[in-house]
Nanobody, 124 residues
Framework: VQLQASGGGLVQPGGSLKLSCAGS????????VGWFRQAPGKERERVSC????????YSADSVKGRFTISRDVAKNTVYLQMNSLKPEDTAVYYC??????????????????WGQGTLVTVSS
């Protein structure tokens, strides 16, 4: 599978953005798909993840209640709806896939395929 992340941009604090992770070459249905972010000078962190087997969603505490991950099988795309954005959400956002059963709660190392990243800047 190949991944194309898009939807980033500049938004004011309190605003919203919707990121897309489009898959090609293979269906994303059989993969757990995670969204990650990396801010300058910081380690990459997992933001949200949707499990392959049952579409159960996981989110980091820092984004719970604000970010929602979803999957559109027909469009072979996973989305990250981001609401109530804060300046600390500024980062490059990446999507990645894994076939590991515990991908959404385990190490990032089990994510084998990564998209190219899309920049989200939250600033007034």
């Amino acid at each position: 599978v190949q991944l194309q992340a898009s939807g980033g941009g500049l938004v004011q604090p309190g605003g919203s953005l919707k990121l897309s992770c489009a898959g090609s070459g293979s269906s994303l249905r059989g993969y757990s798909v995670g969204w990650f972010r990396q801010a300058p000078g910081k380690e990459r962190e997992r933001v949200s993840c949707i499990r392959a087997s049952n579409n159960m969603a996981y989110s980091a505490d820092s984004v719970k209640g604000r970010f929602t991950i979803s999957r559109d099988v027909a469009k072979n795309t996973v989305y990250l709806q981001m609401n109530s954005l804060k300046p600390e959400d500024t980062a490059v956002y990446y999507c990645a896939t894994s076939r590991h059963i515990y991908a959404c709660s385990g190490s990032q190392d089990v994510f084998a395929t990564w998209g190219q990243g899309t920049l989200v800047t939250v600033s007034s």
